[in-house]
């Protein structure tokens, strides 16, 4: 098993690809290529075939997919505002990838609101607990419907991936399967034979104590611990320092416990959503969710600080357990909102990995959504980093 990472910043399309071609093609050596994931900005879409028809003559991958992105991620490195293509490639020799292309089709009155189409036959086993990599294109692709499915489908099976970005409206994304460029649906690869880990940093700190819903209808809390939603919220607002009260006025947010069974929760456990908005007058809470009775919450915020310490500490976590083999790869996909955007300089999110994982390649991009398992089961996220480890046994 292996994997090399190349990247380029050149404006000129033929050069990009041949310098990204050359680095990651010297870094896996003469072992075949099971996987390519391709990323690259906008300012080569002119060039996409032609790109694409390099890296098969060179690469001569089994399997290829990858999209546009915002900016780009090689090793330490996150290319913002300016031209870059990311060639990552891996090798596999006792892995084997399925590459394929979903398109969503409205189907009206359906409980889900449609079905995905395009999925090749055979599908893997549940028992061999695939792992699903997925670049949707958003304005067509529905993904957190395909995650319900997945978690239905292949439960403890992990998803990941991040939606495509650096476009504006329909028909501006791109994904790409082996040879074939889309401006609509998800692209994927379905991966078995290979132990993948995943780790997904939602960047929020939790504040207050946990509470459980006592009343809910749809997206909105109305009891908690039973008392109104928002008289909780008041009084969790009036126990906090002068810092926190100022972050729960811009950058509130909920998390979930996922698995209820669990006796105790840490951040890991916890899926996070954003307070949309309040009602004093009812005592409502509004949030991106849907919620009910009996579940587990946790208010939390977010700012540039949190999101810095909870990746760490993730990332911490896993490097306690032991280092990475030779011969692992890393892809990160993190969201558009942060980078420079979020904390003020570059680096953050690449430079926290490169630095836990030494040596790994790693490659990723600033997505639309990411796309990560937390407490079990797969979701879409906003605000994320989200880590993907191939791992040799």
């Known amino acids: 098993m292996n994997h090399a990472v190349g990247c380029s910043t050149r404006a000129d399309s033929t050069q990009a690809v041949s310098e990204a071609l050359d680095q990651a093609l010297a870094g896996l050596g003469a072992a075949p290529v099971t996987l390519a994931l391709l990323l690259v900005t906008h300012q080569h879409r002119d060039a996409f075939p032609r790109i694409l028809a390099e890296i098969h003559r060179r690469a001569s991958p089994a399997g290829l997919v990858g999209c546009t992105g915002d900016g780009l991620i090689s090793g330490a490195r996150e290319i913002e505002d300016e031209p870059a293509l990311t060639l990552w490639l891996a090798s596999w020799p006792g892995g084997r990838v399925r590459t394929f292309r979903l398109e969503f089709e409205p189907v009206e009155g359906a409980d889900e609101g449609g079905r995905f189409t395009g999925w090749h036959e055979p599908m893997p086993e549940v028992s061999e ?11 067509t692709s529905p993904a957190h419907l ?11 099976s992990a998803a990941f991936g991040g939606v495509a970005s650096g476009g504006f ?23 078995t034979g290979v132990r993948v880990e995943t780790i997904v940093s939602q960047g929020c700190r939790p504040i207050g104590k946990p509470f459980v819903i006592t009343k809910s209808e749809k997206n ?13 919220l008041v009084g969790l607002f009036e126990s906090l320092e002068t810092h926190d009260r100022e972050l729960m006025q811009r950058a509130l947010h909920v998390g979930q416990v ?4 669990r006796e105790t929760f840490a951040r890991g456990d916890l899926i996070v959503r954003n307070v949309m ?14 919620i009910r009775p009996g579940r587990t919450i946790q208010f939390m915020v977010r700012d540039a600080e949190s999101a810095k310490e909870d990746l760490r500490a993730l990332l911490k976590a896993r490097r306690d357990r032991g280092a990475l083999p030779p011969g692992a790869g890393a892809i990160l996909c993190s969201c558009n909102g942060r980078g420079s955007r979020m904390f003020g300089s570059p680096d953050q999110d690449s ?3 490169a630095e836990t994982f030494a040596g790994t390649p790693l490659a990723g991009f600033f997505a639309g959504g990411e796309i990560g398992p937390v407490g079990g089961r797969n979701f879409l996220h906003g605000f994320t980093a989200s880590l993907a480890l191939f791992v040799p046994e």
């Open 258 to 261: 996922v698995d209820e069974r």
């Open 169 to 191: 409206g329909p028909g501006q994304n791109r994904v790409f399967v082996d040879e074939e460029i889309h401006d609509s649906g998800i692209a994927g690869a379905i991966v």
């Open 146 to 156: 395909l995650l319900e499915w997945l978690n239905r489908e292949y439960p403890g």
């Open 277 to 290: 908005g309040v009602d004093r007058e009812s005592g409502a809470v509004a949030i991106t969710e849907v």
């Open 129 to 139: 607990k695939p792992t699903f990599l997925l670049f949707p294109e958003p304005f």
């Open 220 to 232: 909105v809390l109305l009891g908690l611990g039973g008392k109104p939603a928002y008289e909780q």
């Open 351 to 353: 430079s926290a990995v």
